[in-house]
């Protein structure tokens, strides 16, 4: 049998309501961790602390709105009382912030804000908060940032998205180097279009027919695949890794015949 090394480990997801923070939540409780959830809707986080129980081990639901000051600060001290240590922390809240995709030219000061705030001043505030914990604690840990394939290719309809998510990349490597002497792994994931309820809501049959017949594995992520990846880096299989981003697109990067995105579909 292989170990991996999460057993009883103390996790955080923030995002984790919903989607590919729910699944991520799951999967490191499968694999032994209990684990804090943040989310400001507190019936979604209700659903994932009933799955988390499921597989015997503990959950920390905690509502909150983490763009508010000094929230993610607020959240990692609660998840440090509550589980007595912070091993592994992932930082998924992301996506556009109920904002639809647009042109560049129709993206006011307002929506670029907004987006760079959701994703990557968030996502820096949590960061900071959670590498404190650790620190302060002198025990090794593991960061993991939710990022974007959006930030392989130009992000068309979708520049302020892509460059917050460029931004965590960068964040990503540089948080690895200063960190890495403190025992802390930095990671970051990039998941091609994933088929959340809502994202899936928001597209067409058509387009994801053809989205999925131009990609090479012939197949698109669901949210248990990002966790599935989640589990790997966060856990002793991955100890060597830092400063990565690991692009999770069944390599659809890869594809020469990608079709073009409907106007109303969300973000990836
Ligand atoms: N779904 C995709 O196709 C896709 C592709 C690439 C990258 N991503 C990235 O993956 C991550 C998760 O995406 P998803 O599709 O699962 O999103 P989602 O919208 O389904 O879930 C995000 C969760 O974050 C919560 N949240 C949002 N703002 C918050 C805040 N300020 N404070 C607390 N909670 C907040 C929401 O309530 C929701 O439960 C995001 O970072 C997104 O950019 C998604």
């Known amino acids: ?21 729910r699944a ?26 009933e799955a988390i129980a499921e597989t015997g081990r503990r959950s920390e639901p905690l509502t909150i709105d983490l763009r508010e000051d000094g929230a993610p600060a607020q959240f990692v001290g609660q998840v440090v009382a509550a589980l007595g240590g912070l091993d592994v922390a ?14 560049f ?38 960061i993991l940032n939710v990022s974007s394939g959006e930030t392989t ?16 990349n960068h964040l990503t490597q540089t948080l690895a180097a200063e960190l890495g002497p403190h025992g802390i792994r930095v990671n970051a994931i990039a998941p091609g279009t994933t088929l959340t309820t809502e994202v899936r809501a928001a597209l067409s049959d058509e387009y994801v027919e053809a989205l999925t017949a131009s990609i090479p594995l012939q197949r698109m992520n669901e949210p248990d695949d990002l966790a599935r990846l989640v589990v790997a880096l966060a856990s002793d299989l991955g100890r060597g890794v830092t400063g990565q981003l690991v692009l999770a697109d069944n390599g659809a990067h890869l594809s020469r015949n990608r079709p073009n995105r409907p106007g109303a579909a969300s973000a990836s």
């Open 90 to 103: 992932v930082n998924n809240v992301g996506m556009l912030s109920g904002r639809a995709p647009a042109p």
């Open 105 to 142: 030219l129709e993206q006011d000061d307002r929506y670029i804000h907004d987006v760079v705030a959701q994703n990557l001043l968030l996502t820096a505030a949590c960061c900071r908060a959670e590498a404190r914990a650790m620190v302060a604690a002198g025990t090794p840990g593991v």
């Open 24 to 49: 991520i939540a799951v999967w490191l409780a499968r694999a032994g961790c209990d684990v804090a959830l943040a989310d400001k809707d507190a019936s979604g986080l209700k659903a994932t602390a």
């Open 1 to 21: 049998m292989i170990d991996l090394g999460l057993q009883g480990r103390r996790a955080l997801v923030t995002g984790a309501a919903a989607g590919i923070g």
């Open 153 to 168: 290719r130009p992000a068309l309809d979708l520049a302020a998205y892509g460059a917050a998510k460029a931004g965590v």
